[in-house]
């Protein structure tokens, strides 16, 4: 796919603003993108502004235009800040690469691609033929672009949501004692922000031991909600207790039980009439990975947090799975030879065996701090 590079140092406030207005779609369009647009007119003054707010509802394009109308403004000849380039299928919304030439934009400024199957270059393509300079975005704004929508891209090419291992360790790197008990490691600005990272993700993941010895509801809560995430047990002879919160909680978001093909068939029965989705997979511990995701992936699910204990964060390391890290370091020392780690499972052979993040950024949360790790990019 050709691109211009004819961006011009102006250009990256104004798709600075149309990714904050993109990242206001959280936990509300997937599986589609987060989109933010910004339409600017020669003199850069703002014309109109607009994000993909809802799923189903008006592209971040569509939306720009329709604030540009409303305040009275003619974006024709104007420049279109865009995060991902512009559509050109018929889904739930019409074609936005259609709107944009029916608005008379002169210029398109896109963030990133779009690798969908239906997408790849046909709308940048479209708006050439109709006239309209298209440009892509390049340094921190590109970068920013794609990381924006890591979720949708990782779904996009492989079918699988994005793998989000997020976990609460000590100073020396333990996230419970010998005897299991982890609450609190974290602090109370730590688990808020759990929460809301609960509320944007498609589906959240813990294994049967920590359903077991947690009892989690693995909600959101105390957080503006649009919708509970799909909450998913990793459980291979069906032993979710029927009595659990997860199962009392069940009016307020589904449950996904992933049984091994060897589950006992009373269990799996009690749990559907409970009201549980039971799936058996093939495989078990990190052979059992690859076919959860696709089935996750089919459902439309494009991000997994995964809250499990050592168990199933070494099944999805020792499978390739895990795209990014989040850990809270509180300031405690825990100690002990018995007291658990943070990723059990077969681990790497050797220093050179061992993943090394791509990148690295951290950040206070109260006491705590927070560590963020991309293992890959999409």
């Given amino acids: 796919m050709s691109r211009s590079r004819n961006v011009a140092t102006g250009d990256r406030t104004p798709m600075g603003r149309a990714l904050e207005l993109a990242a206001a779609g959280r936990g509300a369009v997937s599986p589609n993108p987060l989109v933010g647009a910004v339409i600017v007119d020669r003199g850069g003054a703002v014309l109109g502004e607009g994000h993909h707010a809802v799923l189903g509802g008006p592209h971040a394009e569509a939306a720009a235009l329709a604030d540009a109308l409303e305040r009275g403004a003619d974006p024709a000849g104007a420049t279109m800040y865009v995060t991902l380039e512009p559509c050109a299928h018929e889904g739930r919304q ?26 790849s270059g046909r709308g940048p393509g479209i708006l050439r033929d109709g006239g309209v300079d298209v440009a892509w975005a390049e340094g921190p704004d590109a970068a920013a672009a794609r990381l924006l929508n890591q979720p949708f891209r990782k779904h996009a090419r492989t079918g699988r949501p994005l793998v989000t291992l997020k976990s609460a360790v000590t100073l020396d790197g333990r996230t419970a004692t010998g005897g299991g008990e982890s609450r609190w490691i974290s602090g109370p600005a730590s688990r808020e922000l759990v929460h809301r990272w609960r509320a944007e993700a498609d589906a959240i993941a813990v294994g049967i031991g920590t359903a077991l010895a947690d009892d989690p509801a693995l909600t959101a809560r105390g957080v503006a909600v649009r919708r509970q995430p799909l909450r998913v047990v990793f459980d291979a002879k069906a032993r979710l207790p029927t009595a659990s919160r997860l199962v009392a909680t069940l009016d307020e978001g589904p449950i996904l039980a992933l049984a091994g093909a060897g589950a006992p068939p009373g269990r799996i029965a009690a749990l559907r009439d409970a009201g549980v989705e039971v799936v058996q997979l093939p495989g078990a511990g990190a052979a059992q990975v690859g076919p959860a995701l696709a089935e996750l992936g089919r459902r439309g699910a494009t ?35 018995a007291a658990r780690p943070l990723v059990g499972g077969a681990g790497a052979g050797g220093i050179a065996a061992a993943e090394r993040a791509l990148a690295v950024d951290w950040e206070r949360s109260g006491e705590d701090l927070l560590v963020r790790a991309r293992m890959r990019e999409w």
Avoid at 101 to 113: E, F, M, T
Avoid at 308 to 332: K, Q
């Fill in 303 to 337: 991000s997994l947090l995964l809250e499990g204990g050592a168990t199933l964060a070494g099944a999805f390391r020792d499978a390739g799975e895990i795209d990014e890290l989040r850990l809270f370091h509180a300031p405690i020392l825990l100690g002990g030879a």
């Fill in 94 to 119: 019409p074609p936005c690469a259609d709107a944009i030439l029916d608005a008379g934009i002169a210029r398109v400024v896109i963030g990133c691609d779009d690798p969908s199957a239906k997408a």
